[in-house]
Structure formats: C-alpha cells, structure tokens
C-alpha cells in the first residue's frame, strides 16, 4: 500500500507562483509514472502534467511553459512548479502515482488564484 501526502496548495494573485510536492510512503516497490491533476469546481479532474521514472514529461496545453513537473526517486516525491498562475488555474490538485500497474491518489490540495 502507498500512501501520498500533499503540500504546497494556498492562495495567490494571478501572475504569481506555487510549488507543490507530494511525497509517496509504505511499502513501494517501484513507482513509475508521477503525475499531477486537478479538479475546478464544477468540472471532470483532468490531467495536468506527467513525468515518467525515465523524466519523459508531457503537460496539458493550457499549462505548458508556465508548469514544470520534476521528481526525485530517491525521495519518491514529485513536485509541480506553477508560474505566472492565471485565475483558471484556480481548483483542488491531485497527485497520482502508478506504482506496478496500481494506482493511487492523494488528498488533494487546493490551489486558489484571485485576479
């Protein structure tokens, strides 16, 4: 079993910046792709950013070239890096991580950004 701790979510005015983090702990054999999601109010979650255990990264076009996704697997942790945050970023973010073809989901943490 894999548990997922979140951190990094607040409140921030639109053009600034946030860094998340989700460490993976238990018992982990192997993880392989690390991801991010989010959920707007009153929308489906969708994908965010990928990054695989190789660093092959692929991000949703609306967050390209602001977000970067990055891990370190010695740590088993992941990170998402948001700059120039716009309010349509605003929403509950998800990290997920596939660990020998399972899945798991962390608690989500929320992102909030005011115009």
């Known amino acids: 079993q894999v548990q997922l701790v979140e951190s990094g979510g607040g409140l921030v005015q639109a053009g600034g910046s946030l860094r998340l983090s989700c460490a993976a702990s238990g018992i982990i054999i192997r993880i392989n792709t690390m991801g991010w999601y989010r959920q707007a109010p009153g929308k489906q979650r969708e994908l965010v950013a990928l990054?695989?255990?190789?660093?092959?990264?692929n991000y949703a076009d609306s967050v390209k070239s602001r977000f970067t996704i990055a891990r370190d697997n010695a740590k088993n942790t992941v990170y998402l890096q948001m700059n120039s945050l716009k309010p349509e970023d605003t929403g509950v973010y998800y990290c997920?991580?596939?660990?020998?073809?399972?899945?798991?989901w962390g608690q989500g943490t929320q992102v909030t950004v005011s115009s």
């Open positions: 990054i695989t255990r190789a660093g092959t990264t």
């Open positions: 997920n991580v596939d660990s020998i073809s399972i899945n798991y």
